[in-house]
């Protein structure tokens, strides 16, 4: 755990792998987009990265997030994630 931490630390760019996995799910019950637990908890690890593209990829993403029709906790979710 200790090796990936600091794997991700070392992070200047987004790598492809976690840009695949970082989107809206769909909920078919409901109808609507929400935020997988799992994306959140991958975006709060690529913060621990000190590469200035990382943050502006993640500030970009949760743009992106908040312009969809996700939940109002899954938005207040995000707020408290990236500040």
């Known amino acids: ?21 970082l989107r809206s799910k769909y909920d078919a019950v409901a109808g609507t987009p929400f935020v997988d637990t799992r994306t959140m908890v991958q975006a709060r690890l690529l ?6 593209e990382v943050w ?8 992106n ?3 969809e029709n996700i ?3 899954d ?9």
């Open 56 to 63: 502006k990829w993640l500030k970009v993403w949760k743009a």
């Open 1 to 21: 755990m200790v090796r990936f931490v600091a794997l991700v630390k070392s992070y200047t760019v987004v790598p492809d792998r976690f840009k695949n996995r």
């Open 75 to 83: 938005r207040k979710l995000l707020q408290k994630l990236l500040p």
């Open 65 to 67: 997030l908040m312009n």
């Open 47 to 52: 913060r621990l990265s000190r590469g200035a």
């Open 71 to 73: 939940s109002m906790f």
